[in-house]
């Protein structure tokens, strides 16, 4: 175990680097700098700017002393908001995404199971078919629509809600609503085919025959065996929802890291960039990570082969 | 077993019906003092602002959002009135010398920091030399506003290391002098500029003074007293202020969301007071449905910006002034205003844009717009002259960029079109990311660019002396010795008539002789605003004042 783990660690490692610096260089390869706008810093001026941020080096120095800092921690100060750290901007900013992701992947775990559950246990029958229905434009409507959708609907129209804003607890149900809808539908599936081919197998047949009751075959022997595809496709999902949706936190005025992201590439923020990126991928590889090792738990059939071949 | 399933499914429909119902619950409690779709009682007012301000140091700032904010917690020595004159601001009065090289402002003894402390003239004095400081950092990208005063260019370029050769100086607590480079009509307007506003002497050394509201100390109306990033900035009435009893909003609500079409559904469910520009925007597809709907609160006001396509004069076909002519006047501005922007846009054949000042009346009013005229018959002369000067049978390629914007693309589209329908030129439209698109406009790898100029000051000069041969912001390869020294004289003299004479003269070569840029529409402000939001300004440029505002 420990030993699979300290690989697992290494390559996580190797990736980050790998990540770091195919960053770097593609988005110092874009044309532009954080000092332009419509109107132009006179040159000097420009000139003293890329002096401060040390700009005016040559690349690879740039890198160098970047990953420098990295090392020591030091993620730098942004370039266009100024005074503001990098580090500032990531905790600041983390936490609404935090908050709305977990709540959305709580609902879409439970929601998720629980029709494809349904679904599966009703198989060919009326709510099986409203299940997979819903399923069906959960994963065919995209979330900004949705969201505009919710939007004009529950707020606008029937006064519900808030359009914007995250200050209350009612300001959440929209944006999870929106968020939670596509993993809704695809966690539906998945548990609905996974407990199909489970409520089938001998083995419930056997447990069935010996008069095992409902509950103890259902949570015992079908759930556990048929959630197992829903916890591969949690992790990668829970990494992905955290990092914050770009288009919710647009639509509904939600001050998450997502929108810093695409800002800061809009505004070629170096420092800020580099900073995102590199907590997206720490938080996607535990994601991973995470996921492995909950799987052999889950499934003991896994065996913790990948330290020692490769 | 049936009943079993059952359960599972009455789970299911519990979990699913409860958040709706527990939401429906908690808004009985939260919407009365939200009020609903009743008018608000509280003195407060809520917009929204399309992105986070990236700093509210007023030294470094230099784009609209910012100045929005800034200007309602920093006030200047003068401050900008409703109808667009000089008001007393932290200066009780001021005299200008006879030649416009020296004014001297005496300060109002009961203006205070929103920490109490006095404003003196020495924060201002303190404020102008750390914007010009050659090791400010990071070096502020507006300290060219200050060059009008004596040596600040020099000071701030290092050709002059002492400070004290700046012409600004604090005779005593309560008098700031300052002494001009050229005599500039119109410094006293500048003194309600955000560069122009003094900083408390608390922020020396701290750079991320400005970003936390118990160190952001202002002697503003205002004072922040809350900021999320990327979600509200909460701004509450400074009681330090010194005119406190003409500030009548308690507070000031500002959202951030880059979402026209959340912000119009935030405006009509209640939840903004105002909308749309200069801080955020009106889906324009929208326009004419919300002419219908809300036409009472629908606000619309010519704003001085132009818009405009430039020519690269150094690359071919355009190097060649008639082919240039010939493709400003092919097209119909009336139309594009009309039936794409629809925001009541005025058409433009001149550079600049209604709402300046000039000698006595606005510029454009004393040297009317008539530099050229749509006229496709002439066009159609002109081009065919310029391809037989050049030698060419058929047109090279062309391509028109456009920073990606989907008012910028219609309108793109559209000229294109009109170019091929009544000039027969087939003319490529690429959109680019707005980095690239800088760019490549910058380094003039374009051949037709997009291009837009908003004033930086109530004056000609500001859309005027960008034209200059070694101007920054001339993206067009134009360089005129005539021109460059139309300019010179411009600054160099006092007389206001011989100034806006000169000025009108480089605006003609500019747009006449030369057809270096070509004007499409002069722009204006499209807002919504709730018709109990009572006393709201827009300046000549569109920014927004509402720190006389009240809510009735």
């Known amino acids: 175990m420990l030993r699979y783990v300290a690989s697992k660690f290494f390559y996580m490692l190797v990736s980050l680097f790998i990540l770091i610096s195919a960053t770097f260089f593609l988005m110092k390869a874009i044309p532009g700098d954080p000092f332009m706008g419509e109107k132009k810093p006179s040159p000097e001026i420009l000139a003293r700017l890329m002096e401060q941020y040390d700009l005016d080096k040559p690349l690879f120095q740039q890198y160098t002393k970047y990953l420098g800092n990295i090392v020591q921690g030091d993620f730098g100060l942004s370039m266009k908001k100024q005074g503001q750290s990098v580090t500032d901007i990531i905790v600041d900013t983390f936490g609404p995404s935090l908050r709305l992701g977990l709540i959305a992947i709580v609902v879409s775990v439970i929601v998720g199971v629980l029709l494809g559950m349904l679904a599966a246990l009703y198989h060919r029958k009326l709510i099986d078919n409203i299940a997979m229905i819903v399923s069906v434009l959960g994963i065919a409507v995209p979330s900004f629509v949705l969201a505009s959708l919710l939007q004009y609907l529950l707020a606008e129209k029937a006064g519900i809600f808030n359009v914007m804003g995250f200050e209350g607890p009612l300001d959440y149900v929209l944006p999870v609503m929106a968020l939670s809808a596509q993993p809704i539908a695809f966690i539906a599936r998945l548990t609905r085919s996974s407990m199909l081919e489970v409520l089938h197998s001998d083995y419930i047949k056997t447990a069935k025959a010996k008069g095992l009751n409902w509950f103890a075959i259902m949570f015992r022997h079908v759930i556990r065996n048929g959630i197992l595809p829903v916890v591969t496709y949690v992790g990668p999902m829970t990494a992905n929802i955290i990092t914050g949706s770009v288009v919710i936190e647009q639509i509904f005025g939600i001050g998450g890291i997502g929108k810093q992201f695409v800002e800061s590439i809009t505004n070629r923020d170096y420092t800020v960039i580099m900073g995102i990126t590199i907590f997206y991928g720490i938080l996607l590889m535990l994601a991973r990570f995470i996921t492995d090792i909950v799987y052999i738990f889950v499934d003991p059939r896994i065996k913790l082969t990948g330290g020692k071949e490769r | ?363 454009r009013t004393e040297v009317p717009d008539t530099y050229f005229q749509e006229n496709l018959e002439e066009a159609k002369k002109l081009l065919e002259q310029g391809m037989k000067e050049k030698g060419y049978t058929t047109l090279p390629e062309v391509t028109l960029i456009h920073n990606s914007d989907d008012n910028h693309k219609k309108i793109a589209l559209a000229i294109s079109d009109m170019w091929k329908n009544n000039l027969g030129v087939n003319v490529k439209v690429q959109n680019q990311e707005w980095g690239v698109f800088l760019k490549n406009r910058t380094d003039l790898n374009y051949q037709i660019a997009r291009s837009g100029w908003g004033a930086d000051y109530n004056d000609p000069m500001t859309y005027i002396d960008m034209w200059t041969s070694n101007g920054g912001n001339n993206d067009t390869g134009f360089k005129n010795e005539e021109y460059d020294k139309l300019v010179k004289d411009a600054y160099a003299t006092s007389d206001n008539a011989k100034r806006m004479e000169l000025m009108s003269k480089a605006e003609k070569i500019l747009v006449q002789d030369n057809q270096v840029v070509m004007p499409i529409y002069y722009y204006s402000s499209v807002s919504l605003v709730k018709p109990w939001v009572k006393n709201l300004h827009l300046d000549y440029k569109g920014d927004i004042d509402f720190t006389r505002a009240y809510i009735e």
Not at chain 2, 21 to 40: R, S
Not at chain 2, 292 to 311: A, P, R, V
Not at chain 2, 339 to 351: E, H, L, N, V
Request: hydrophobic share 35%.
């Open chain 2, 1 to 363: 077993m049936k009943k079993h399933k059952k359960l599972l499914l009455l789970m299911t429909l519990i979990l699913a019906f409860s958040s709706v119902l527990a939401a429906c619950g908690a808004d009985k409690n939260e919407g009365a003092d939200n009020g609903g779709t009743d008018k608000p009682k509280e003195q407060v007012f809520r917009m929204n602002l399309a992105s986070d301000p990236p700093t509210l140091d007023p030294g470094l700032a230099q784009d609209n959002t910012s100045n929005t904010v800034i200007s309602s917690v920093f006030e200047g020595l003068v401050r900008k009135g409703a109808d667009g004159t000089e008001e007393q601001g932290v200066a009780e009065k001021w005299d200008i010398s006879e030649d416009g090289l020296k004014y001297v402002f005496t300060l109002r003894q009961d203006a205070k920091w929103s920490n109490g402390d006095p404003v003196t003239a020495k924060d201002f004095e303190y404020a102008w030399k750390r914007v010009l400081d050659p090791n400010f950092t990071p070096a502020s990208p507006y300290a060219y506003q200050l060059y009008y005063i004596k040596n600040a260019e020099a000071y701030n370029l290092g050709d002059i290391k002492d400070a004290n050769e700046v012409g600004v100086k604090a005779t005593d607590d309560y008098t700031l002098e300052v002494t001009l480079e050229n005599p500039t009509p119109y410094f006293l307007s500048l003194m309600s500029f955000q560069t122009y506003f003094p900083v408390h002497s608390s922020v020396e050394g701290n750079a991320s003074w400005a970003t936390k509201p118990d160190t952001l100390i202002g002697n503003g109306p205002f004072k922040v007293s809350q900021m999320t990033k990327g979600q509200k900035i909460e701004l509450v009435k400074n009681d330090q202020y010194w005119d406190k009893d003409s500030i009548k909003l308690e507070k000031v609500q500002m959202s951030i969301v880059n979402s026209s079409a959340t912000e119009l559904s935030s405006y009509r469910n209640d939840e903004l007071d105002y909308a749309g520009h200069p801080t955020g925007n009106i889906p324009t597809d929208q326009l004419s449905a919300i002419k219908k709907e809300l036409g009472d609160e629908l606000m619309i006001k010519g704003i001085s910006s132009t818009y405009f396509y430039i020519f690269n004069t150094t690359e071919e076909p355009f190097d060649n002034v008639n082919i240039r002519k010939a493709f400003s006047m092919a097209i119909d501005r009336k139309a594009i205003v009309e039936k794409i922007t629809q925001g009541g846009q005025i058409p433009a054949f001149g550079f600049v844009p209604p709402g300046i000042k000039g000698e006595s009346d606005e510029y």
